[in-house]
T-cell receptor
Framework: SQTIHQWPATLVQPVGSPLSLECTVE??????LYWYRQAAGRGLQLLFY??????ISSEVPQNLSASRPQDRQFILSSKKLLLSDSGFYLC???????????FGAGTRLSVL | AQTVTQSQPEMSVQEAETVTLSCTYD???????LFWYKQPPSRQMILVIR??????QNATENRFSVNFQKAAKSFSLKISDSQLGDAAMYFC?????????FGAGTRLTVKP
């Protein structure tokens, strides 16, 4: 069966520090991968999605970037965090022809 | 723009009763997918039910069913025999292609 792992679960970082959140998927190959951000009490905002290694599409221009160095690995990064980067970050995957997205457990990021 | 609107920020239901959560969406596409996701306090996003736009029959999953009105671009979720474990944020989502658009969510409270 397929599983998605996301870490860390919680992160507290000072303003101006770098960020690296990692997401990996097991039990499937060539998945579509997604990064979402959820602000407190709000819905999900799509940040990035990837259909293959090295292929990243950005939905919202911002202080964040994403990379896909391996087929089942998706990384969300920032060189310098801003206060506004605080939020709940969710990674998700879907099959090539499937339309359901499956989510990781999320990372709660607090930028202080 | 393709948007998803959930007009009920909060809803409450008595245990064992039935509740309906509303969702409307805006699209110019004819083929797409609609979803309801549940987010309990753990923040894990859990798929509740999905509907393919080309199917006229409303989807049903145990106590959960939808009322899909394609012409009206409406996709409501009905929860029958509500249980305490149904308490969560519920998100309606629309997927025309690779990415998914979410509504702002409805917080459902279940009263014992």
């Amino acid at each position: 069966s397929q599983t998605i792992h996301q870490w860390p679960a919680t992160l507290v970082q000072p303003v101006g520090s770098p960020l690296s959140l990692e997401c990996t998927v097991e039990g499937t190959s060539n998945p579509n991968l997604y990064w979402y951000r959820q602000a407190a009490g709000r819905g999900l905002q799509l940040l990035f999605y990837s259909v293959g290694i090295g292929q990243i599409s950005s939905e919202v221009p911002q202080n964040l970037s994403a990379s896909r160095p391996q087929d089942r690995q998706f990384i969300l990064s920032s060189k310098k965090l801003l206060l506004s980067d605080s939020g709940f970050y969710l990674c998700a995957w879907s099959g090539r022809r499937a339309h359901i997205q499956y989510f990781g457990a999320g990372t709660r990021l607090s930028v202080l | 723009a393709q948007t998803v609107t959930q007009s009920q920020p909060e809803m409450s239901v008595q245990e064992a009763e039935t509740v309906t959560l509303s969702c409307t969406y805006d699209t110019s596409e004819s083929d797409y997918y609609l979803f309801w996701y549940k987010q309990p306090p753990s923040r894990q996003m859990i798929l509740v039910i999905r509907q393919e736009a080309y199917k006229q029959q409303n989807a049903t999953e145990n106590r959960f069913s939808v009322n899909f009105q394609k012409a009206a671009k409406s996709f409501s979720l009905k929860i029958s025999d509500s249980q305490l474990g149904d308490a969560a944020m519920y998100f309606c989502a629309y997927r025309p292609g690779r990415d998914m658009r979410f509504g702002a969510g409805t917080r459902l409270t279940v009263k014992p």
